[in-house]
């Protein structure tokens, strides 16, 4: 018979607590992960505080804190839609369409509460080897910043982008309204999967390059017929391509399908 002590799951804040108080969308992100690793708060949230920050203490460590707000209160950045505006996530999202596109989902909250939870760990990592404690602060502002940043330094490039910057991509669906992406590195696949499926030879050799570079331009202006071949066969016949081609597809579910399969679980493994 196995010890509890064998069998219980250490995590590693179990010995931590935090107090924290701020915008709920990025809160809430910060709590959740730290709950996850195993700290425990001192009291319930706070959010829209006039105190906005997070202290994480216990454990034999001084107190670690983090303060994440939207931006500046002077600079009109008050709510997600707004960073995304400012920052250009909005503009890079929206090449696929042409125009300026916001991201349905608390993108730039999230990346904001994620960098204020690596802060934390790292000034906790900072005191176990020798250094003060630190104060950590980030906005939503920079994190929306950073997730653009290689688009930006791109756009600010002497030389011009690999491929075309023009409105399309992917995903694709197939003819009985499966949607979903393609992947593969591999030019020889890719030629492989759209032969199987009949497309016009030109097109796969005009697509493959805005699709190969489709990550570092943010869209792909593919040929129309690849989107016309893939609505002419049932994602049966897709996949069988796919397998005999070494590409790989993806069918694509909606925000509600990937939330009900959150289950609470941290979405790592320690």
């Known amino acids: 018979m196995a010890s509890p002590a064998t069998t219980q799951t250490v995590r590693p804040l179990d010995t931590l607590r935090f107090d924290a108080s701020g915008p709920p969308q990025i809160t809430s992100v910060v ?3 730290l709950r996850l690793l195993g700290a425990r708060p001192d009291r319930p949230v706070h959010v829209d505080a006039p105190a906005v920050g997070t202290t994480l203490a ?10 994440a707000t939207w931006a500046d209160p002077a600079s009109g950045l008050a709510d997600e839609a707004t960073v995304q505006a400012a920052t250009g996530i909005m503009a890079v999202h929206g090449r696929r369409d042409g125009t300026p596109r916001g991201l349905a989902v608390d993108y730039a909250a999230t990346a904001t509460a994620v960098l204020a939870v690596q802060g934390l760990l790292a000034n906790l990592v900072g005191q176990a080897r020798g250094a003060a404690p630190a104060r950590v602060t980030t906005g939503a502002d920079r994190a929306g910043l950073l997730a653009v940043s290689q688009y930006l330094a791109a756009a ?18 197939s003819a009985d309204g499966i949607v979903f992406e393609l992947e593969t590195l591999d030019p020889g696949a890719w030629a492989a ?20 570079f489709r990550y570092a331009t943010a869209c792909a202006p593919l040929p129309a017929a690849l989107h016309t071949t893939a609505r002419s066969h049932g994602w049966d016949r897709i996949r069988r391509a ?3 081609s070494g590409a790989e597809v993806c069918a694509l579910r909606s925000l509600v399908d990937r939330a009900a399969e959150h289950d609470g679980a941290a979405p790592w493994s320690l």
């Open 156 to 173: 600010g490039a002497d030389e011009g982008e690999a491929a075309e910057i023009a409105a399309g991509g992917p995903p694709f669906t």
């Open 242 to 244: 796919a397998a005999a």
């Open 31 to 33: 709590t959740d992960h």
């Open 58 to 67: 216990g454990g034999g460590f001084a107190p670690a804190h983090a303060a």
């Open 193 to 212: 999967f759209w032969k199987a499926l009949e497309a016009p030879a030109d097109a796969l050799r005009t697509g493959w390059r805005p699709f190969q």
